[in-house]
């Protein structure tokens, strides 16, 4: 079986969130159980690529409106991923240092979109799936299936994964033409509300979609900002299926961003160096309990809350514990953050950024990790968490509630709060502060949470069963 595997983010790569990791994973462990699983994926101007070699696999030609531009697609060469990696490069458009944040990436990303089905198009054989990745790809299915110059691959599987519905690629009717020549009685298919919504068109047109945990799966039928009737409607090709983690790359016995390599066994000593290193930088005091966020600054995270719910914390319990937040999002809360770690910099620290090596630092330092999200698809920062030894506090939403259970219950060893409030934080801050002290407790959820086991080999066989059925 052969899965191509469309996405704008897979790391090493490139990522911005889950979705990177997400892609740059369950290929490697799919080419482990015998299928042929790779990547395509637009060519930006991350390390990655400067530090790799790549060879010219394919270059064309192709239209995107009236435009006509040129696109070469090149593979890493050796194969350093344990799956082939493909970068489309269309120069000028997609070149650039971010991933995402242009005011053309509705060009950028249907541009991209056209390069693959274009190329894909040109191939001496048709691909067993197609699996798109959220909407950056979502045209994909359409494409296939309705453009004219792509009826080759008309009868090709699709299955589309939701990684997140918050995000569609929402484009105004007049940039239709920027599609390649259509079938204009299909219309509807790329329609929802009144504009062109490549996400929806994705839930229409592919044979399955999958949404990256069980209750996310739920949840979209009531929030899905907007598409929750479409969903509905179409939940019989649906289905939830729980991300995994990437082991070798999220092992505190071999990660090399540690000060000091840990596992279930040394996890007390491991995680109390590696929380000295972290203290030492941000000059904390490594004796209390290191509470850490990290992840986007936006409204999805319930980052906006941390600043008052922090604030309060300290007022509460004063010194008592210290806080690290790293991220970067939404310029009002990156504002209320910083200003509150300046108002109290013995015990609050703000990084604002994005820094792998760093995340790495903290999950492994920290004893606490917040995440108060108001949405959250499956997150992986609580599977991370876990597998270092960090106690996850969570919001009960999507993937969140289906990966902790609270310390409360039986067997439990998180925990778990309703609200993403200032008063449930401070209420979870509470119970936290008392675990810390209860020394034996704390190792017990510790070697718990470490030996739980959230490895994509699992995972791998759901997405086979999806793909078997198409
Ligand atoms: P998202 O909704 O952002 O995709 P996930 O929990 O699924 O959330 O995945 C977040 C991933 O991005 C994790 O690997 C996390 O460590 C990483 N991450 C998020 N923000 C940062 C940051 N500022 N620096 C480093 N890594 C980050």
């Known amino acids: ?72 697609i090149i593979k890493e060469a050796n194969n350093k991923l344990g799956f082939d990696v493909y970068l489309v490069d269309i120069h000028g458009l997609l070149d650039r240092q971010k991933i995402y944040g242009y005011p053309d990436d509705t060009e950028r990303f249907t541009a991209f979109q056209i390069a693959v089905v274009h190329w894909m198009s040109h191939w001496n054989h048709r691909p067993s799936v197609v699996h798109c990745h959220d909407y950056h790809a979502g045209l994909i299915p359409f494409m296939m299936q309705h453009c004219y110059d792509y009826q080759n691959l008309k009868e090709v599987p699709s299955v589309l994964t939701i990684h997140n519905a918050q995000y569609q690629g929402w484009m105004d009717w007049n940039k239709s033409t920027l599609i390649p020549r259509w079938d204009l009685s299909k219309k509807g298919l790329l329609d929802w509300g009144g504009s062109i919504n490549p996400l929806a068109a994705a839930i229409k047109c592919a044979r399955k979609v999958t949404t990256v945990s069980p209750s996310y799966m739920l949840e979209l039928m009531h929030h899905a900002n907007g598409l929750e009737t479409l969903i509905a409607s179409e939940k019989n090709k649906c289905v939830g299926i729980l991300n995994g983690i990437d082991h070798e790359v999220w092992n505190p016995s071999t990660d090399n961003y540690l000060t000091e390599y840990f596992s279930v066994k040394t996890v007390t000593a491991g995680k109390q160096k590696n929380k000295q290193n972290i203290c030492d930088q941000f000059g904390l005091d490594a004796a209390k309990p290191l509470f850490v966020f990290i992840g986007r600054l936006v409204g999805e995270k319930a980052a906006d809350v941390l600043p008052g719910a922090l604030h309060i914390a300290v007022q509460t319990y004063g010194a008592k514990a210290s806080y690290v937040i790293l991220g970067s999002g939404e310029p009002a809360v990156e504002a209320g953050l910083t200003n509150l770690a300046l108002a109290n910099n013995n015990c609050i620290k703000v990084s604002v950024g994005y820094n792998e090596s760093l995340s790495h630092g903290l999950y492994a330092a920290a004893d606490f990790l917040l995440m108060p999200s108001r949405v959250e698809p499956c997150g992986l920062n609580q599977l991370y968490a876990m597998r270092y030894g960090t106690v996850p506090m969570v919001r009960s939403t999507g993937g969140l509630q289906d990966t902790v259970i609270d310390m409360g219950d039986e067997g439990g060893y998180g925990i778990r709060f309703t609200h993403a409030n200032e008063t449930d934080i401070v209420q979870s801050i509470r119970r936290a502060v008392e675990v810390f002290e209860n020394k034996k407790h704390l190792l017990w959820m510790r070697e718990r949470m470490m030996q739980i086991n959230h490895s994509w080999e699992q995972t791998v066989q759901s997405y086979t069963r999806v793909y078997d059925s198409i």
């Open 1 to 72: 079986m052969e899965v191509v595997h469309i996405s704008a983010e897979c790391y090493p790569v490139a990522k911005a969130g889950g979705l990177g990791d997400v892609v740059g994973a369950l290929p490697k462990y799919q080419n482990k159980a015998g299928i042929v699983a790779k990547v395509v994926m637009p060519m930006y101007r991350t390390p990655f690529l400067y530090s790799s070699s790549w060879v010219v696999d394919y270059k064309a030609k192709a239209f995107m409106g009236a435009w006509e531009f040129e696109y070469t």
